[in-house]
Structures are given as structure tokens and as C-alpha cells.
């Protein structure tokens, strides 16, 4: 199974900082397998990214996705109030389908 | 644009088989462009893939859980359905369905989830 680790697991910034995501796979990932989701309490997850770098419909493009291998990032360029989330990364380069344990975002 | 809708019981006693069913809002669970899963999230924790079906009635599923689990299609009611055999207290979370595209690998429509609880 493919653990996957996200890093850090809180990140508190201001509105307009960058925030920089982390996701770290037991083993390597392609790319085309590896998607970010976005969760605000009560709600379900969001596609956020796909294939790694790729927006799903509708995501704002200040989310974006980076990485190879074993290291994957989401960045949220510039935060905006409405960005505060548990933001997890996804799997399926291999089965099980995993997920990682979250990383929440706070804005100040 | 796409809806789904879970439903079942929100109390299943320790023991019992939990079962959920997922109506797809339109005909696209025939459509061989996609997969169905079942994700369950725990109260305060993380995400969990139970398991995934196609149209033709394959299926996947997390081998944590296989020996318990059965997912089923039914294409001319537009839903598919979870079972959960043997349920504990540890199974008691909010279930979800939701959509995966071929093309994306990733799920994209969620249903808003089905909180389920495992008590006597």
C-alpha cells in the first residue's frame, strides 16, 4: 500500500500569502495518478487538481500542482478567506486507492 | 449538472450489515467514460476508499475491507448500492459516492455524504 504523507499539518497564513502544500508518497506515484482534493468542515471533498497539475472545472487558478515521483505540492498562490480547508492529496497509482492525512489551512 | 444522493439508515446495530444505496441524477452511471466509488470518512479523521464499481458490474475494493464489503450496479434504476457486513463501533463515519472519470483518475461529483452510526 502506498502511504502518503502530507506535511505541515496545520499552515496558518494571512490572506494574499502563498501556501505551499506538501504530499509525500511511500513510493513513486505517476503523476497521471495523483489528484488533491479540498474539504471545508460539513461539506464533501473537491476536486481540486488532477494528474497532478492539472485544474478540474471550475478551480480558480490560483490552485495549482506540482511534482514527480515521490513529491508532490499544491500551492494556493494567493489565500483568500474562502481557502480555509482541510486540503487532502490522492492516489491510485496502485491499489488500494490512499489518501493522505490532510493538511488544514487557517486564515488569519 | 450532476447529482447524487446517498441514503440508508443512520443507525446500524454491531453485528448488522450497514447498506447504502447511490442515485445518480442522470444515465451517466452506464456510461463506460466512468466508475462509481464509496469513500468513508470517520468523525475528525481522514478519507477512506471502500471501493469502486464499473457499469458492467466490475469491482474493486480496499483490501482492509474486502472480506466485508459487496458494491453493486443496478444501470436501469441509475444507482449503486454498499454493503457492509459485520459492523463495529470502528465503522461508524460519514459515508460518501462519488463519480471517477476515466479520464481524470480522480473522483469529481460527490455525493454530501451519509453519516452512519455503528450503536446498540
Not at chain 1, 64 to 77: A, H, K, P, V, W
Not at chain 2, 42 to 49: H, I, Q, T
Not at chain 2, 75 to 86: D, P
Request: glycine share 8%; hydrophobic share 30%.
Amino acid at each position: 500500500e502506498i502511504v502518503l504523507t502530507q506535511s505541515p499539518g496545520t499552515l496558518s497564513l494571512s490572506p494574499g500569502e502563498r501556501a505551499s502544500l506538501s504530499c509525500r508518497a511511500s513510493q513513486s506515484v505517476s503523476s497521471t495518478y495523483l489528484a488533491w482534493y479540498q474539504q471545508k468542515p460539513g461539506q464533501a471533498p473537491r476536486l481540486l487538481i488532477y494528474a497532478a497539475s492539472t485544474r478540474a472545472t471550475g478551480i480558480p487558478d490560483r490552485f495549482s500542482g506540482s511534482g514527480s515521483g515521490t513529491d508532490f505540492t499544491l500551492t494556493i498562490s494567493r489565500l483568500e478567506p474562502e481557502d480555509s480547508a482541510v486540503y487532502y492529496c490522492q492516489q491510485y497509482d496502485s491499489s488500494p486507492l490512499t489518501f493522505g492525512g490532510g493538511t488544514k489551512v487557517e486564515i488569519k | 449538472q450532476l447529482q447524487q444522493q446517498e441514503s440508508g439508515p443512520g443507525l446500524v446495530k454491531p453485528s448488522e450489515t450497514l447498506s447504502l444505496t447511490c442515485i445518480v441524477s442522470d444515465d451517466s452511471i452506464s456510461s463506460s467514460n466512468y466508475y462509481w466509488g464509496w469513500i468513508r470518512q470517520p468523525p475528525g479523521k481522514g478519507l477512506e476508499w471502500i471501493g469502486s464499481i464499473y457499469y458492467s458490474g466490475n469491482t474493486y475494493s480496499n483490501p482492509s475491507l474486502r472480506s466485508r464489503v459487496t458494491i453493486s450496479v443496478d444501470t436501469s434504476k441509475n444507482q449503486f448500492s454498499l454493503k457492509l457486513r459485520s459492523v463495529t463501533a470502528a465503522d461508524t463515519a460519514v459515508y460518501y459516492c462519488a463519480r471517477w472519470p476515466s479520464s481524470a483518475r480522480a473522483f469529481d461529483y460527490w455525493g454530501q455524504g451519509a453519516l452512519v452510526t455503528v450503536s446498540s
